[in-house]
């Protein structure tokens, strides 16, 4: 059975019920658990859930060292733009230990923050970094698009022995969604399939699976069907599925809010001209990010970011037959 | 052989237990550096050693029971001698061998025994204290009493993880102790070149005042100086009361590290840095002259807990077990290639 | 034990409380102006009002000069107006136009100014701390008496990079004065859930720096505490500590329900409100009536909606604006 929830709420749910069945799971982070009537602090208590000061490099090394002795830290970070603070916790301590040290500890924890709040936020709270992430060894990075994937991530991440980085969209915070109820996890490494197709493969993460599917929306009145994939986890990245999407349709359009070498779509692109090359009949196409750093003025705030426009364009582009130029 | 684990009186096995620690420390330490003259290449990257500081490792482990935690810098050899890991297992991790401590994944900075408490190591200047604060968390939470040792050099006390790290600490009283090893140095650069308070003529152990955490700076050459102090502050973490800072004075021996140079040349030791960089050999005379293992062997003989015979026999059991320590390292194989691509996650 | 300075005859006159003055009015009604627009959607975006802190940026940045450099962080449009830069630009930044301070690409967060001096603000707590140091090293280095002052709040004390910087600052004693707003909150918890030392002069106090604390609705005290750190910054000492103490009378943000907090009385605030006690403070020293604050008042008001008016009628930036503004040139 289920039940509807906004993204965000979903989020909540599965740290919930996840500490619920596990007590050595905390919550921690800045601006929550300060007083005593908070949902957390009355379910949990002071010593899993607490309030931290504005010291992002202490806040998730402590997860690590809390994780090494046996606890399952979830640190609330809000943005990923605030972990740039503590990278060196983030990319050269906690994906590490595991494996400098032959195995004999893990490092379970979960960081837990916000990306791409293209809502007037400005330079340093908009971006998507996400995969700065990918590629480190002993970190996975998860992105949910919709408020099932939302719960069932959040609780897969927290189960899993590994650091992960559980990047949310703040564009989809609100967004409602049919969430199954009670415990439910989403595997990671398996992408989903959001509408099969058979002329053209669209790859998108987070929010621009809502932008491929809308294009998909129109195009379909063109009577051009995309299949439409959301990878779920960008780490580990099931290419698989997406190999196998190509194979059938022949053509590859990847989304990314992020910039262009800065993004998963371009690791993709990698893979399948590798892997897939055989399958394509026209290059792979990438709809990404401008090179700049994310505006605060509205209309050159949506010029840089990917839309549905752009998407359409991109199909018809890898579809028709003008020519592919470069960005 | 007793290890005081936090007695309250340290009787006369105890304080052999103390130095017998100190010599293991100093010989193993000693078998590292000859390693580069005596097997060129074996040893690859970074080593640091704790020559010097043996005093103050073995003072602060021997206040712990044996459910309790420690985190240390890369300068990690030392704690899990004085701990009882296997330094044969250890030799080979620094050796990079299978049999090693870290089946040799990790090497000489990265040095971890889960089942001794010694969690893990981390390369980084300063990043082992958020590590340390957050197991201390967790030994709140499980409310066994445990506490956790957080060892670092002065460097790191510049890092904002000190700062945050201590400041959380205090604020949500964490069973934990801070020990600040203060060697005067931080890689090549003297204290006083970079450090506000050193500059001023002040201790260190001055900063815990900005987390109203109580500090005090003692003589890390003296054994039982640092035992007394940190056993102390260990009781306070026990029963609940938080955090201490203990800025251990003391002077590192050897270089801050070794020397890396193209394939090809060996790697070895220099020179300590007061001579090679700052043409001050007295300053490294009158430290050679304070060392502390030879100084704690000879107060021991002259309070009569040790005859000198008995010294030198400690002193020849320390060899023979270094010597092992050594043989095994060398015997003991390259992992598998395979094995790179092992414990990337759990 | 707290290092108060005082010079004497260096308090503030007549003249310069009525600068003051229409500096605080200017700022009051802007910040007020901006969250009605913000919740209108004629600035769309986050921002974060400093209502009830205006004495403090008035104070401080009227003593200062376009080469001295000052920093802020997220709630700076205080600072920015209080150091030169014009209502239009900022109002036209806020609603994202090509006539703003930054053509519209900062925002908010991001109010940059250099021809008054006013370098830059942050979103990310405290960041600007370490970079105003530069700015203070760059003015030692180049032989002048410029100094670098730096606004933050007391959640920024407890990051690692403000205290990286005052080791450095102590210990390379650079000209750099830095301003703590102690408004008892950050974001949305209160000083106690991140340090057990209250006062932000107490955590530095360890690094011996020159360091006090005032009540920072108290405009002629920051006046004069500050006058007498610069007076000392530009005879080449260094670094000072100005906490002032102050009161954030709106949410974190625009939108902030703020149920983490008791809201003041009206009553209290009237009491505390830097502006009205320095209305009575001079009225009662004679330095100004009723006449001409109402003067100052509606000369302030004036300015405010010209400044939406210039807003409103600007153009937003063209997107080709976008390829220059990513790297420099050369």
Not at chain 1, 175 to 190: I, K, R, S, W
Not at chain 2, 89 to 118: P, Q, V, W
Not at chain 3, 114 to 138: K, Q, R, Y
């Amino acid at each position: 059975m289920a039940h509807e929830l906004p993204y965000i709420a979903a989020i909540i749910e599965a740290i919930q019920l996840e500490m619920e069945r596990d007590e050595s799971v905390l919550y921690f982070g800045q601006n929550m658990a300060t007083t005593e009537n908070e949902p957390f602090v009355e379910a949990f208590g002071k010593d899993r859930v607490r309030v931290t000061p504005i010291s992002e490099t202490a806040e998730i090394g402590i997860a690590v060292g809390a994780a090494l002795a046996g606890y399952r830290p979830v640190v609330e970070l809000y943005m990923a733009e605030f972990m740039l603070v503590a990278m060196d916790q983030v990319i050269n301590e906690a994906p590490r230990f595991r494996g400098m040290s032959g195995g004999q500890v893990k490092v379970p924890i979960v960081l837990k923050a916000g990306y791409g709040f293209t809502a007037g936020w400005a330079g340093q709270h908009t971006g998507t970094l996400n995969a700065l992430f990918m590629g480190v060894p002993g970190l996975k990075v998860v992105v949910p698009s919709t408020a099932a994937d939302a719960k069932g991530l959040m609780a897969t991440a927290i189960r899993d022995d590994n650091p992960v980085v559980y990047l949310h969209n703040y564009l989809l915070t609100l967004d409602h969604g049919d969430v199954p109820d009670g415990e439910y996890l989403v595997p990671f490494g398996e992408a989903s399939v959001r509408r099969e197709g058979s002329d053209v493969t669209i790859v998108g993460t987070g929010w621009t699976v809502d932008r491929a599917l809308a294009a998909a929306d129109r195009l379909a009145g063109e009577g051009i069907e995309a299949e439409v994939i959301d990878p779920r986890t960008i780490a580990p990245l099931d290419t698989q599925t997406i190999l196998e999407s190509v194979d059938k349709t022949g053509h590859l359009v990847l989304v990314d809010q992020a910039t262009r070498h800065a993004s998963v779509s371009t690791v993709i692109a990698g893979e399948v001209a590798e892997f897939g090359f055989g399958s394509l009949k026209a290059p792979i196409v990438q709809v990404t990010g401008l090179d700049a750093t994310i505006p605060y003025s509205e209309p050159l705030e949506a010029y840089v970011l990917p839309d549905d426009d752009k998407v359409v364009a991109a199909v018809q582009s890898v579809l028709g037959t003008a020519p592919v130029t470069a960005a | 052989m007793s290890a005081p684990q936090g007695a309250e009186r340290l009787d006369p096995e105890h304080l052999v237990w103390i130095f017998r620690q100190m010599s293991r420390i100093r010989e193993f330490e000693e078998r590292v550096k000859r390693t580069f003259e005596e097997h060129p290449g074996v040893i690859r990257g970074h080593t640091h050693l704790a020559d010097g500081a043996e005093a103050s490792i073995v003072g602060s482990i021997a206040t712990l029971g044996p459910d309790d935690q420690f985190f240390t810098t890369y300068r990690c050899h030392g704690y899990p001698i004085a701990r009882g890991s296997d330094p044969k297992a250890m030799m080979a991790e620094i050796y990079g061998r299978r049999d090693g401590i870290c089946k040799g994944l990790g090497g000489s900075m990265h040095l971890t025994d889960a089942g001794n408490g010694f969690l893990g190591t981390s390369g980084i200047v300063g990043a082992g204290i958020p590590h340390g604060t957050g197991a201390a968390w967790a030994a709140q939470i499980r409310g066994k009493g445990q506490v956790v040792l957080c060892f670092f050099g002065d460097g790191a006390s510049k890092q904002g993880a000190f700062y945050e790290s201590l400041n959380i600490a205090s604020l949500w009283k964490l069973p934990i102790v801070y020990v600040m090893e203060n060697n005067g140095y931080n890689v090549h650069t003297r204290t006083e070149q970079e450090d506000a308070n050193r500059a001023a003529g002040e201790d260190l152990s001055v900063k815990s005042r900005a987390f109203s955490m109580p500090g005090v700076t003692i003589d890390g050459r003296d054994p039982l100086e640092v035992y007394e102090t940190v056993r102390a502050a260990v009781g306070r973490a026990r029963s609940g009361e938080g955090p201490t800072l203990v800025e251990s004075q003391m002077y590192r021996l050897s270089a801050h590290g070794n020397i890396i140079a193209p394939p090809g040349v060996p790697l070895h030791f220099p020179e300590h840095e007061a001579i090679e960089k700052f043409g001050a050999p007295e300053e490294y005379e009158a430290a050679k002259q304070g060392d502390p293992v030879p100084a704690f062997r000879g107060r021991l003989v002259a309070d009569g807990v040790l005859t000198g015979e008995e010294a030198d026999a400690i002193a020849a059991e320390v060899r023979e077990e270094m010597q092992a320590a050594v043989d095994f390292g060398l015997a003991s194989p390259f992992p598998e290639v395979e094995t790179a691509l092992d414990y990337v996650y759990a | 034990m707290l290092n108060q300075h005082k010079r004497p005859g260096e308090s503030l006159d007549g003249g310069q409380a009525a600068g003051l003055l229409a500096t605080m009015w200017r700022i009051r009604l802007f910040e007020e102006r901006v969250g009605q627009l913000a919740r209108s959607g004629d600035i769309d975006g986050l921002v974060h009002l400093s209502i009830g802190q205006e004495g403090v940026a008035a104070a401080v940045c009227s003593q200062l000069r376009d080469d001295d450099h000052v920093y802020s962080g997220h709630r700076a449009h205080g600072h920015a107006i209080a150091k030169g830069a014009s209502l239009e630009r900022v109002m036209a930044e806020l609603m994202g136009r090509d006539t703003g301070l930054c053509r519209g690409l900062g925002g908010s967060m991001h109010l940059v100014d250099v021809e008054h001096g006013f370098m830059g603000a942050t979103g990310v707590v405290g960041g600007t701390v370490p970079i105003a140091l530069g700015s203070a090293l760059a003015a030692r280095l180049r032989g002048t008496d410029a100094v670098a002052v730096v606004f933050f709040g007391d959640g920024a004390v407890q990051a690692g990079h403000f205290n990286e910087t005052i080791n450095l600052a102590t210990l390379w004693r650079l000209p750099l004065v830095l301003v703590c707003e102690n408004n008892g909150f950050a974001e949305f918890t209160p000083r106690s859930a991140h340090t057990v030392v209250e006062r932000v002069s107490d955590v530095v106090a360890p690094y011996g720096l020159e360091r006090s604390t005032v009540d920072g609705n108290d405009v002629p005290a920051v006046w004069d505490a500050f006058g007498s750190y610069l007076a000392s910054a530009r005879s080449g000492a260094g670094p000072f500590l100005l906490e002032c103490l102050t009161h954030r009378v709106r949410g974190h943000y625009e939108g902030d329900p703020g149920r983490y907090r008791d809201s003041m009385a009206e009553a209290e605030w009237k009491e505390k409100d830097p502006i009205l006690r320095l209305e009575r403070h001079g009225m009662a020293a004679g330095w100004y009536g009723e006449d001409e604050l109402r003067t100052i008042g509606e000369a302030a008001a004036a300015a405010v909606e010209d400044a939406v008016r210039f807003g409103l009628e600007s153009p937003f930036p063209p997107s080709a604006l976008l390829e220059a503004a990513v790297y420099a040139d050369g």
